[in-house]
Structures are given as C-alpha cells and as structure tokens.
C-alpha cells in the first residue's frame, strides 16, 4: 500500500510558489537510472491556453517548480519539471520547442544534474497552470492557462485541505477523500477571478471526437466490428447534419483512420477554443447480454467496478493504474461546466436512445454516468463521453452495421447539441 501511496503522491505534485515552498513529489525508488528517456516534448497553443506533454515512456519520478523572472539577466517566469533517473533525447537538448504567442515563449531542456533532466517552460508573463501524470506510456501534462481559469489555491500550509475555491463548485457526488488539487501560479500577486465574460461572438464550436482509431481498434464485437470504424462513421454523420444549417462550427478530432492520445484530443478541443465537446464510443462488457445507451460525464471515481473498468479501457490502462491517477481528476478545472456536462450528457442520451428507437424498439436507456475519463481531463468546455450501445451485444453490435441505426444516434446527438445551442445555456457558461 505504501507503493500505492507514493505513485499516487507522484502523479499529484503540486505546490504553491507563492508561499515559496515547493512540493516535492516522493521519489520512485524503483525507477532505475537510465530506463526512463524524456523521448518527446509536445505542445498544444494558443495565446490563452498551452497543453505541454513531455514523454517519458517508463514511470519516472518528477517534481515541478517555479522561477520569476529575473529582469537582471533578462530571464522571463518560467515553469520548470525535474525528472529523476532518466536520460533524454539528443534531439530535444539541441531543439528548443518555439512558441512565442503571448503565453509562451519556448519549452527546453537539458540534463541539470548526472541523473536529472530539467524540462523548462519559458513564458512570457505570469499564469496559472497545473501539472498531473497520465501513464500507458507515462506522460507528464503541463496545462498552463493565461486567462486565469485555472482557479489558485490559497497560498497556506492547509494546502492539503480541501481547497477553497471549489467551494463555489457544484458538489460532485464523489468521494469526499482525496488528496488535493494540483495548481498554482507563477503569479505573486493575488489569483484573479477570472476574466470578464465577453459576449460570444463566434458560431457554437463542436468537436467531435470518434475515440481511438489507427493502431487502437478500440472494442471489437463478436462478428468483428471494430469500435474505431463505427464511431468514425458516426462522427462524420454527425458533423454532415450538424453543418447544414451553418449555425455549428464543427470540427473532429480525427477524420481518418489514425491514432490520437488522450491528450491530444482534449488539447485540439481547448485550443481551438470550442464550445462543446463530444466524445464518440461503443460500449463492450464480458457480459454478452448487457445492453443500452448511456453518457459520461468527468469525475473522480466511477459508481460500480464495470464503470471503472470502461474508463480503464477507454483510457488506456489497467484498473489497477486508473486507481492510481483518478485522483487527478479534480473538478476544480472542470467544475464550472460539470452542470453543464450534465445537462448535455442527459440530453444527448435521453434523444440518441429515442431517435434509435424509432427503428429499433426497446433500445435501453441506461442514462446520464461519471467515471474517470483521460480524454475528458482538462477540457475547458461542456464536455460529454457517450457509449453508443454495446458492441460486445451480438444484436447491438448487427445494429451498429445498420446506417439506419448510425443516423439514428447521429440524429440523436445533433439534436441535443442544437437544442443546447440554441436554448442559451451556453451563454450563461463561459462565453
Ligand atoms: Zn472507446
């Protein structure tokens, strides 16, 4: 257990700058110098909003910090992560990720120490930001936000307690025990509220996002259906009749037959700075018999072992490692749009079960869930998950060969994401 503890602690590293004390995140004494290699450094932005991945493969051990500028030797606020016993690409010490776009100058980094290599955010002014883990492969995620939306901690020893701000969050339903949130600032001055709401000026931005694809087949029915090409399909109907009108601006995260990360896909959604995001699957359990519609919404912990276990297998990784890292799901950053999500979640799936019914009596209405989904993690919109029947059911999956039954839930969804659209709710939100 104590193993647990620590790789919990280590996927959570968090600390507040402002006080000046730094989080430490325990050291992993099993991970051996050399294994882990920093292979990549990936970076998703816009002049409001950066995702940083950095690749490690192998579980490192990593703790993050935070400089001021230092106008003496020209040197600007920088976010910086040092992760232990791994070595590093050559590549990446010679090329400096450019950024340059009002929030970010440059990601570098270099071997600090024999066994440290230093990843350094250089930024171009003062912003929040937070830093998890994702493993399978492990992958460091630096979310930086230069619109304040990150809400910060207050800056006290009681860090550990429950934060303040998620006070002015809607409960979650989960779990009350966890350990705390993972932001700060590199500001020292005191955290903004957020910025004032502007009227929302463009088009509703959708993205659409058909899970896995190329090397992830995804869940594979009895007859060998593949998840991957059915969501596919039913992205692209959606997109097709949601354009129509040319009230939506729709957008996929993928088009094609490729694979995607996890985070990549919620970094697409957040940098284009979408207003609704909808993630596409096919639900499968070990049971043949289980059945019906249902859609998530993002939370801690998921109510029964075959939710866990469903988000487990659309993230990625065993029960086992979701166990570890689901406690970096706080709804602090996603919190202001959970009642949101729920509301769409619910209406997505209460009308994608009765467009399906028309020609399908009796298609199950499992309803409105919440478990642990990666690819929801950090999404700065409303942002649903929905399980489009089950693919391991031999009379869904023959379904699911049926473009009848593909309209159906493409319907389904395009209705929901029109009447919330076009009902206000989202001027009430953010934009
Ligand atoms: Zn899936």
Redesign the pocket.
């Known amino acids: 257990m104590l193993l647990r503890r620590h790789l919990c602690a280590a996927t959570l590293a968090a600390f507040l700058c402002a006080a000046g004390l730094p989080f430490a995140a325990p050291t992993a004494a099993d991970a051996a110098p050399g294994v882990s290699r920093v292979s990549d450094i990936r970076a998703w932005t816009n002049e409001i909003y950066t995702r940083v991945a950095i690749d490690t493969g192998e579980e490192v051990s990593w703790q993050a910090d935070t400089l001021r500028a230092d106008p003496a030797r020209g040197l600007p606020p920088r976010i910086f992560i040092d992760i232990r016993g791994a070595g590093i690409r050559d590549e990446i010490l010679r090329k400096p990720v450019e950024v340059r776009n009002g929030l970010l100058r440059q990601v570098r980094a270099g071997r600090f120490d024999r066994d440290t290599v230093r990843v350094v955010i250089d930024l171009e002014r003062e912003c929040t930001y937070r830093v998890f883990a994702l493993p399978g492969p492990f992958r460091i995620i630096v979310d930086i936000d230069g619109a304040g939306e990150i809400p910060v901690l207050p800056a006290s020893p009681d860090a550990a307690a429950p934060p303040g701000p998620v006070a002015a969050v809607p409960p979650s339903g989960d779990p009350a025990s966890h350990p705390p949130a993972i932001t700060a600032s590199v500001s020292p001055t005191p955290p903004s509220t957020g910025p004032a709401v502007p009227p929302r000026k463009h088009r509703v931005r959708v993205m659409i996002d058909p899970?896995?694809g190329g090397k992830d087949p995804?869940?594979i029915g009895p007859t060998g259906l593949r998840?991957?090409d059915v969501?596919l399909a039913i992205g692209r109907r959606i997109r097709e009749k949601l354009s129509r009108s040319g009230e939506f601006d729709v957008r996929m995260t993928r088009d094609d037959d490729v694979f995607i990360p996890l985070e990549e896909r919620t970094a697409m959604a957040n940098k284009g700075g979408v207003d609704i995001f909808v993630s596409?699957?096919?639900?499968a359990s070990r049971n043949r018999r289980t059945e019906g519609f249902s859609t998530y919404v993002l939370s801690r912990g998921a109510s029964n072992r075959e939710d866990l276990e469903l988000a487990a297998?659309?993230n990625g990784v065993p029960v086992g490692k979701l166990q570890g890292v689901k406690f970096i799901i706080d709804d602090m950053f996603t919190g202001a749009r959970k009642n949101e999500s729920l509301r769409l979640a619910k209406t997505v799936n209460d009308a994608v079960v009765r467009h399906v019914s028309v020609r399908y009596p009796g298609a199950q209405n499992i309803g409105l869930k919440q478990a642990p989904f990666y690819v929801l993690v950090g999404a700065r919109m409303t942002a649903v998950l929905v399980?489009a029947s089950f693919i391991s059911n031999a009379r869904e999956e023959s379904r699911l060969r049926d473009p009848s039954c593909l309209d159906g839930i493409a319907d389904g969804v395009v209705e929901a994401v029109r009447y919330y659209g076009q009902n206000g709710i989202l001027a009430h939100s953010d934009y």
Do not use: D, F, P
């Open positions: 899970g896995h995804g869940a998840e991957k969501v596409l699957h096919i639900n297998r659309e399980e």
